[in-house]
């Protein structure tokens, strides 16, 4: 892999970067360029002398490449200098055995990640990197800030070092959390450590952030208030494990300890695991990480996504129940509420569809002729199975539309006499600013259409969602501890003018208002 060049090169010692190779994203969705609910990012942390801790996370973050497909990176600390490595693509495309290799330590931070503050460069990968009064910093960042404009005009009235202000190379909020807690001083101008900047700094961080940083000696892990998104403690013999699902524990053998508590920052060292508390605890935990981020084989909350999922299908079959044949699903999140609307309607359950395992990043942009028919290439319906059956075809969410749009109409090409749609979340209506990219508001199909009109914008002989309570009934999890704001717009915190949210808030001066424009200056600022 090369170095990169002077004007992308990561401020490292010695620098392992490099070069942008493409967009890196693995399209999860069944036509070409159509983008669904994209994923949130995955990260994981792990302080074990004695272990291959490279390896180790290389692994880890295998088990969350789901979560973000765009680029991947390992931070290691061999107690005197941390090492980076980062690039573009999947976490088996960005490493090997050479560059795992030259990653020698005990400690590690990894990162996979999916944008949702600042644009799909090799700037913006993670663990993003800093040097301290102290030492260094490396941070990774699932989840996404509200105050971002805020913590810009904060990183710009850090102390000058030199004459000159903290430079900020990247254009995301992980990367200005990374330099707050690399640049605060007490009353006297004294440089912190970054556990008494992390007492200072995370209370004023607002939005979704599930924290694993270390500097050359610790690993650090902290999850906001609202533990919005998951974060977990693990056991190794030699060591500990932080990271995004409890999946990635299972991967690399490491026991469940328990989940990191929402408004904790916890330190593990030669010394052992200490935790304190930044803030008071206020569940709101994201609901759609059982109904579709999160992979079936993790817990949150002491909840197993699955059966989740599952139960899901069950509750789905007794509010929209379907005469007919055959219940399919749409391969492979669908599944899981496709086996529970089965076992409920006593409607057998079938393989309808084949995906192909293969189907991943392409550079081959397809012509619009092409593009129509590229659901095949993700997609093939068993004509034997479906032709002249009465479908019930169950998905876990509708954003746009328009994949469930073409998987109609191929189906009745294939000769499916009916097709009913069934999902097993509710109307999406609302954005996400805390971690997940959905379409903005007005591209959502269900903000504007009623459930009758969208069944028949998408060709279907009947479409039904399930209902709020069903969904969350379903997860077992109080509803007043779960955010569903993308269903119903109750967001769990208040959110700030919409000109100071957007992924490429610190990208451009086009934003109205004087904040913004002080925030993109703050991030340009020599």
Same mark, same amino acid.
């Given at each position: 892999?090369?170095?990169?060049?002077?004007?992308?090169?990561?401020?490292?010692?010695?620098?392992?970067?490099?070069?942008?190779?493409?967009?890196?994203?693995?399209?999860?969705?069944?036509?070409?360029?159509?983008?669904?609910?994209?994923?949130?990012?995955?990260?994981?942390? /792990? $302080?074990?002398?004695?272990?291959?801790?490279?390896?180790? &996370?290389?692994? #880890?973050?295998? @088990? *969350?490449? %789901?979560? +973000?497909?765009?680029?991947?990176?390992?931070?290691?600390?061999?107690?005197?200098?941390?090492?980076?490595?980062?690039?573009?693509?999947?976490?088996?495309?960005?490493?090997?055995?050479?560059?795992?290799?030259?990653?020698?330590?005990?400690?590690?931070?990894?990162?996979?990640?999916?944008?949702?503050?600042?644009?799909? /460069? $090799?700037?913006?990968?993670?663990?993003?990197?800093?040097? &301290?009064?102290? #030492?260094?910093? @490396? *941070?990774? %960042?699932? +989840?996404?800030?509200?105050?971002?404009?805020?913590?810009?005009?904060?990183?710009?009235?850090?102390?000058?070092?030199?004459?000159?202000?903290?430079?900020?190379?990247?254009?995301?909020?992980?990367?200005?959390?990374?330099?707050?807690?690399?640049?605060?001083?007490?009353?006297?101008?004294?440089?912190?450590?970054?556990?008494?900047?992390?007492?200072?700094?995370?209370?004023?961080?607002?939005?979704?952030?599930?924290?694993?940083?270390?500097?050359?000696?610790?690993?650090?892990?902290?999850?906001?208030?609202?533990?919005?998104?998951?974060?977990?403690?693990?056991?190794?013999?030699?060591?500990?494990?932080?990271?995004?699902?409890?999946?990635?524990?299972?991967?690399?053998?490491?026991?469940?300890?328990?989940?990191?508590?929402?408004?904790?920052?916890?330190?593990?060292?030669?010394?052992?695991?200490?935790?304190?508390?930044?803030?008071?605890?206020?569940?709101?935990?994201?609901?759609?990480?059982?109904?579709?981020?999160?992979?079936?084989?993790?817990?949150?909350?002491?909840?197993?996504?699955?059966?989740?999922?599952?139960?899901?299908?069950?509750?789905?079959?007794?509010?929209?129940?379907?005469?007919?044949?055959?219940?399919?699903?749409?391969?492979?999140?669908?599944?899981?509420?496709?086996?529970?609307?089965?076992?409920?309607?006593?409607?057998?359950?079938?393989?309808?569809?084949?995906?192909?395992?293969?189907?991943?990043?392409?550079?081959?942009?397809?012509?619009?002729?092409?593009?129509?028919?590229?659901?095949?290439?993700?997609?093939?319906?068993?004509?034997?199975?479906?032709?002249?059956?009465?479908?019930?075809?169950?998905?876990?969410?509708?954003?746009?539309?328009?994949?469930?749009?073409?998987?109609?109409?191929?189906?009745?090409?294939?000769?499916?006499?009916?097709?009913?749609?069934?999902?097993?979340?509710?109307?999406?209506?609302?954005?996400?600013?805390?971690?997940?990219?959905?379409?903005?508001?007005?591209?959502?199909?269900?903000?504007?259409?009623?459930?009758?009109?969208?069944?028949?914008?998408?060709?279907?002989?009947?479409?039904?969602?399930?209902?709020?309570?069903?969904?969350?009934?379903?997860?077992?999890?109080?509803?007043?501890?779960?955010?569903?704001?993308?269903?119903?717009?109750?967001?769990?915190?208040?959110?700030?003018?919409?000109?100071?949210?957007?992924?490429?808030?610190?990208?451009?001066?086009?934003?109205?208002?004087?904040?913004?424009?002080?925030?993109?200056?703050?991030?340009?600022?020599?």
């Amino acid at each position: 892999m090369q170095n990169a060049p002077d004007s992308e090169r990561c401020t490292i010692s010695p620098t392992l970067g490099g070069v942008p190779r493409g967009d890196g994203r693995l399209n999860h969705d069944l036509l070409p360029g159509e983008k669904g609910p994209q994923d949130a990012c995955g990260v994981f942390g /792990v $302080w074990a002398p004695g272990e291959e801790v490279a390896k180790l &996370t290389y692994f #880890g973050l295998y @088990a *969350l490449q %789901h979560r +973000g497909q765009e680029s991947a990176g390992i931070a290691v600390s061999n107690g005197s200098q941390i090492l980076v490595f980062k690039d573009m693509g999947l976490v088996s495309q960005v490493f090997d055995e050479t560059s795992l290799g030259s990653l020698q330590g005990h400690i590690a931070v990894g990162h996979a990640r999916y944008s949702t503050t600042g644009a799909s /460069v $090799w700037e913006n990968a993670q663990p993003t990197f800093r040097a &301290t009064a102290h #030492g260094s910093i @490396a *941070l990774g %960042h699932n +989840g996404n800030l509200v105050n971002t404009a805020q913590l810009a005009e904060m990183v710009a009235d850090l102390p000058k070092e030199n004459g000159r202000s903290p430079k900020v190379a990247a254009t995301n909020d992980t990367d200005l959390v990374t330099a707050l807690l690399a640049g605060q001083r007490d009353d006297e101008g004294q440089p912190l450590t970054i556990e008494e900047a992390a007492a200072k700094v995370l209370p004023q961080v607002q939005g979704a952030f599930s924290l694993v940083f270390m500097n050359e000696h610790t690993l650090y892990a902290a999850r906001d208030p609202q533990g919005i998104r998951p974060l977990v403690l693990g056991r190794l013999e030699r060591g500990w494990v932080i990271a995004s699902e409890s999946a990635a524990l299972d991967i690399c053998g490491a026991s469940y300890v328990r989940e990191i508590e929402p408004g904790e920052f916890v330190a593990i060292d030669e010394n052992g695991l200490r935790s304190s508390r930044f803030a008071e605890a206020k569940p709101k935990g994201c609901v759609f990480e059982y109904v579709y981020l999160a992979r079936p084989d993790t817990d949150i909350a002491g909840r197993n996504v699955y059966l989740s999922r599952v139960e899901m299908g069950r509750r789905l079959a007794k509010e929209a129940p379907a005469e007919a044949d055959l219940v399919i699903a749409t391969p492979e999140s669908g599944t899981p509420a496709a086996i529970g609307y089965a076992e409920a309607s006593g409607i057998p359950f079938g393989a309808g569809l084949v995906k192909n395992a293969y189907v991943g990043r392409t550079f081959i942009q397809p012509s619009q002729t092409i593009r129509q028919l590229g659901i095949r290439l993700k997609l093939n319906p068993l004509k034997e199975v479906i032709k002249g059956k009465r479908l019930v075809v169950v998905d876990d969410s509708i954003v746009r539309g328009n994949t469930q749009r073409a998987l109609v109409r191929m189906l009745r090409e294939a000769g499916a006499a009916e097709v009913h749609i069934r999902i097993s979340s509710p109307p999406v209506k609302w954005p996400c600013f805390f971690g997940i990219d959905f379409a903005t508001r007005a591209e959502l199909i269900a903000n504007g259409m009623t459930i009758e009109e969208i069944g028949t914008s998408l060709g279907a002989d009947s479409l039904s969602y399930i209902s709020i309570d069903g969904m969350i009934e379903a997860t077992t999890i109080a509803k007043p501890n779960l955010c569903r704001a993308c269903f119903d717009g109750e967001y769990p915190m208040d959110l700030p003018d919409p000109e100071l949210l957007g992924k490429q808030l610190l990208e451009t001066e086009l934003a109205a208002g004087p904040a913004a424009t002080a925030a993109a200056d703050a991030i340009r600022r020599p």
